[in-house]
């Protein structure tokens, strides 16, 4: 290994441009090869501790470098644990996350914060991609707001079931089926239709005999009814904007959550701190 030394002090050291080499050698073969400890020491013939160490101290920045661009944003939140998430925006187009945050709880404080910070940094957001937390949609209107259709299938599929056994619930299942392959005034008729067909069925109520209280009879199917009728308005955004390419579901986000985790399972029982260290890592490496 060369090493240079200094007249003043009398230590050697490495040069920078080499240390630097070899710190994103080592970054590379334990984040993107999957190296462990154990297999670093065996590959540079140091000790484990040293590894340790050695990954504890490199200083990862948490900034991406990109000129200031017109961008569409796909937001979400990932967990780790019940109060360790990641939330993330990422550039679907440019296959690039430009901010994220950790954060213990998926809060509208956190996806504000991410807005402003882009805002203020010189970026114009022209389209947001959102999976339907509640309140998020309206933190980021005017722009125009894309519901993802996989999450709003999900969220039927939580109220009907996969598999639904009244007839109306499998007719509307029948509806959100081509959710991605219709438009706006088409989905919207339908539905119309098919709450004609079943309002009197919808309204139906169940009395409790000892409290004399009363609730609807199929409040799962209602809800699921609700849930598109109030989400119909964002989830053709990608069609009236065509020019913005706005993708209909956040399969990018997503996608890149799994990959995340999948290279985090390799190096699982690590300390918060590394593991931090390795998702900013795999962040800046935008893999």
Not at 27 to 53: F, H, M, P, S
Not at 131 to 141: A, H, I, S, T, Y
């Amino acid at each position: 290994m060369q090493r240079y030394h200094c007249n003043t002090c009398g230590k050697s050291f490495q040069s920078n441009r080499r240390k630097k080499r070899k710190e994103k050698k080592i970054l590379d073969w334990y984040v993107w090869e999957r190296q462990t400890y154990t297999n670093l020491a065996k590959r540079l013939d140091i000790g484990y501790k040293t590894i340790q160490r050695f990954l504890l101290e490199i200083d990862v920045k948490s900034v991406v470098k990109i000129d200031k661009r017109n961008v569409v944003l796909v937001v979400d939140t990932t967990f780790f644990s019940r109060t360790d998430g990641l939330c993330v925006f990422r550039e679907p187009n440019l296959k690039m996350n430009l901010w994220w945050k950790f954060t213990p709880h998926e809060t509208l404080h956190v996806y504000q914060s991410g807005k402003q910070h882009l805002e203020k940094n010189g970026f114009h957001i022209h389209g947001v991609v959102i999976d339907g937390k509640r309140g998020v949609r309206q933190l980021f209107e005017p722009i125009p707001v894309q519901m993802c259709h996989f999450h709003q299938k999900q969220i039927i599929k939580r109220y009907i079931t996969d598999r639904p056994r009244l007839e109306a619930s499998k007719e509307l299942k029948l509806i959100v089926a081509t959710l991605t392959k219709t438009d706006e005034q088409t989905l919207t008729h339908e539905l119309e239709q098919w709450y004609t067909k079943w309002e009197v069925f919808l309204k139906e109520r169940t009395t409790d005999i000892e409290t004399g209280r009363w609730h609807f009879t199929h409040k799962r199917l209602r809800s699921a009814y609700r849930s598109l009728k109030t989400n119909l308005p964002y989830l053709f955004t990608y069609q009236r904007y065509p020019e913005l390419h706005i993708p209909n579901t956040t399969n990018s986000l997503d996608g890149w959550f799994n990959r995340l985790k999948s290279l985090l399972h390799v190096h699982r029982g690590l300390s918060k701190i590394r593991r931090n260290k390795v998702i900013k890592i795999i962040i800046k490496g935008q893999n």
